[in-house]
Every structure is written in structure tokens, then in C-alpha cells.
């Protein structure tokens, strides 16, 4: 597995990251099946580990404490904060100050180290300024307690803001983002994906393969009245769209002799992006695993962007509609390199134009 650079920093990340929230018996896995899973991935060379304050009750946490033991500094600890757990008091959530500290020194704890490579906040909170979110979790930085900051699940706008008030003021930024990305929800690309291109803040998908329903299993078992297929999933396998992508996603999966998770985690790395897979079982994550020696052609990740097209929305649809003969913008798709270099993705060192 290879290692990539964090954001504008210096740390090194394997381009997966291991997701644990089912690590942990409420409600999760057993530690024995966990263990496997996590051997699964670090054997493979895997690093950078995915957790959360909230992660079955903290249970992922002390679990992972519990696995990196022996050799913490080989790893990339990212964890989350922002919920408290249920039987948490009103000071416990958040992104206040007094929030923040509260849930650090406890998942230091429940991790049982004394520094956390990566803390993410969960979510944005709008009760707090997001000057004292940035003006606290710089002081952890300054602490060791904390080495660098990610954003979970926040809007651009807010990202960009608070981005900018740690420039101004000689602070530690933002430096990846984790969102909900995949073949079938690739709405992130309307305002979230530009930006993160244009300051070369690392994008981290969750939910890489829409909660499963981007797996073999579902596509093989459409006919199913059991399980998700008659739950959750049962509707949106009746929708033209995301039996379009899954077809399209089968069709080169056969090609390849891969599988559908397999070809859907490659589309997201060779687009730069580091996905999270979580797993219930080991041979879940070693089939993930598999991903990233897959190389798609580039009339592979063509037909999958096509198939998953999302409209572009304003003002990109406005700029792509025919502004005559001329328009740099006539026929330009949502995720082609002009549109990236208009954002800052430099993908040339000359002008489009």
C-alpha cells in the first residue's frame, strides 16, 4: 500500500484508511474478529486508522489503544469530536473550548497514548464561533496533545472561514476533510472537492461504498426479500440510476476479474481520494484491500463518471451553457480537468485559454 502526504504537511498516510466503528461488542464486533481485521490491514501496510469519541461507546477507541500498543508511533491515530454518548453531560459535546478539552484528555485516555496524530471535528457546531473551535484546537496543538486538525461532515464556506482566520493568524489550519463520497452520492463536488483542490486539503471519503450498497452482494441478489434488500437498500435498487452505476461498475468489474467494492475504491484512489473501509468481517477488508493494486483504464473511470453524473448545479451550470462559440465553459463536465484548473487544481501550467 503506498503512503501519501497529509494535506499541506509532512505526516504520511497509507491511501486507506481503516475505519473501526464497528470495532467493539455494543453493538459491534467481537475483539477477536477485530483483532483479524486490523492485522488484515496493517499487514497489508496499512497506517492510518479511523475512529471516533463516539464509536460504540468508546469502545473502538480502547480497542485500538489496545492494538497499536506495542508500536504506537508506527501509526496515524484520527480521531473524531463533537457528540457525546449518551450518558455524557451537557459539557461534553460540542466545539467549545471547555468540549474540546473535556473529550481530548478522554480519548487520550481510551487510547492510551499522549498524543492524537489527527483530530477531526465531527461536525460543525454553530452555536460556537468557529474563531474559538480554531483558537482551541490550536492551543492542543501547542500542547503535543494533538498534532494536526481535520473537518468532518462541514460545509465549505464554514471550512474556507475558518481556514482562513488560522492564516491570518499564524495557526495551525485544516488540513484534511472527511465526507460522504461515493459512486452513488458525488454531491461533495459541487463546492467541497474544488476547494479542498485549490488549498490541497486531503479529501477522506466515508462511505466509500454507500453503506455496501456498492458491493457484489446487492447487485448479485437484486431479487432478495431479506436483510438490507428488503430494508434500507430495497428502493434504491429499484432506482434507474444506481442500477445504472452498478451495471456499469459489474461490467468492468467482470473485465478486470475484480469485484464491485474493488473497482469502487479504485475509481476514489486514482482520483486522489483516501477512502475509509470498515469492515464486520476479515474477509471484507482483505477484499478491500485488493483496491489498490487495481488500475483502472481511463475509459474505465470515464464510464464510471459518466454513469454517476450528478448535475453541476449553479453557477456551474449557468457557465456551461452555451455562451456562443467562444465559451472556455461549452460542454464542460463537473469533474474534467479545465473545471479543476478554473478551481486551482493546476493540472497545467498554461492557461486553458
Keep these: 500500500m503506498k503512503n501519501i502526504l497529509y494535506g499541506n504537511t509532512g505526516l504520511r498516510v497509507s491511501e486507506l484508511s481503516l475505519g473501526t466503528m464497528t470495532f467493539g461488542t455494543n453493538k459491534g464486533i467481537e475483539i477477536d474478529e477485530a483483532k483479524k481485521i486490523f492485522n488484515s490491514f496493517t499487514n497489508a501496510g496499512g497506517n492510518f486508522l479511523d475512529t471516533a469519541n463516539i464509536y460504540n461507546t468508546g469502545e473502538s477507541e ?4 489496545d492494538f497499536i500498543s506495542a508500536n504506537r508511533d508506527d501509526f496515524v491515530i484520527a480521531t473524531k469530536y463533537v457528540f457525546a454518548t449518551p450518558n455524557e453531560g451537557l459539557q461534553h459535546r460540542g466545539a467549545g473550548r471547555k468540549s474540546l478539552k473535556i473529550q481530548v484528555e478522554a480519548s487520550l485516555k481510551k487510547l492510551n497514548t499522549d498524543y492524537i496524530d489527527i483530530l477531526y471535528i465531527h461536525g460543525f457546531d454553530p452555536l460556537t464561533p468557529y474563531q474559538e473551535t480554531v483558537n482551541a484546537l490550536n492551543d492542543l496543538i501547542k500542547s503535543g496533545k494533538v498534532l494536526y486538525i481535520g473537518a468532518s ?9 475558518a481556514n482562513a482566520y488560522a492564516s491570518l493568524n499564524n495557526m495551525s489550519r485544516f488540513e484534511g476533510i472527511q465526507v460522504f463520497y461515493n459512486l452513488l452520492d458525488r454531491s461533495a463536488e459541487r ?3 474544488p476547494y479542498c483542490n485549490f488549498e490541497n486539503v486531503s479529501l477522506v471519503s466515508w462511505s466509500p461504498l454507500s453503506g455496501g450498497l456498492l458491493t457484489d452482494k446487492y447487485y448479485h441478489n437484486l431479487g432478495a426479500e431479506s436483510g438490507r434488500m428488503a430494508g434500507k437498500f ?3 435498487l429499484q432506482d434507474d440510476f444506481t442500477n445504472k452505476v452498478l451495471k456499469t461498475l459489474n461490467d468492468i468489474a467482470v473485465t478486470h476479474e475484480l469485484t464491485i467494492s474493488q473497482v ?4 476514489q484512489i486514482q482520483r486522489g481520494i483516501m477512502p475509509i473501509v470498515g469492515a464486520s468481517k ?8 485488493k ?11 470515464t464510464s464510471l463518471n459518466q454513469a454517476s453524473a450528478i448535475e453541476a448545479g449553479i453557477p456551474l451550470s449557468y457557465l456551461q451553457e452555451d455562451k456562443g462559440a467562444n465559451s472556455v465553459y461549452n460542454n464542460v463536465a463537473l469533474d474534467s480537468p479545465l473545471l479543476d484548473y478554473c478551481h486551482g487544481g493546476g493540472f497545467s501550467n498554461k492557461s486553458p485559454w
Design 234 to 236: 430495497k428502493d434504491r
Design 153 to 161: 461532515n462541514v460545509p465549505a464556506w464554514w471550512l474556507a472561514r
Design 282 to 289: 476479515q474477509a471484507q477488508i482483505d477484499d478491500n484491500l
Design 191 to 193: 463546492e467541497i472537492h
Design 62 to 65: 480502547e480497542l485500538i489503544g
Design 291 to 301: 483496491a489498490v493494486t487495481c488500475q483502472l483504464t481511463t475509459d474505465d473511470i
Design 264 to 267: 469502487s475504491l479504485a475509481w
